[in-house]
């Protein structure tokens, strides 16, 4: 589902209908909230959805498998998503 698709699906829902620019601005909105707080170090919930955590990866010497030389990989944050368990059981 792309996001296009995403903002149909939420526009055209059961119950009440919202106009898909009301639905494209709450979902740029989501976006611009989630990107603040993982960027302070803070962690995003998702109810029913899951968890965005941000995660410190330390620097590290890497390897080329190609050629065997050594890389040496800089310190970086990453985003990890953790499932929520009622998402889980719904999909299995």
Known sequence: MNKAELIAAIADGEGIKYPKTVVAGVLEALE???TKALA?????LLPGIG?????KKA????RNPRT???IEKPATTVVKFRVATSLKKQVA
């Open 59 to 62: 620097a590290r010497t890497a």
């Open 32 to 34: 611009t909230a989630t």
């Open 51 to 55: 968890k965005l955590t941000p995660v």
């Open 40 to 44: 302070s170090g803070d962690e995003v």
């Open 68 to 70: 065997g030389e050594k």
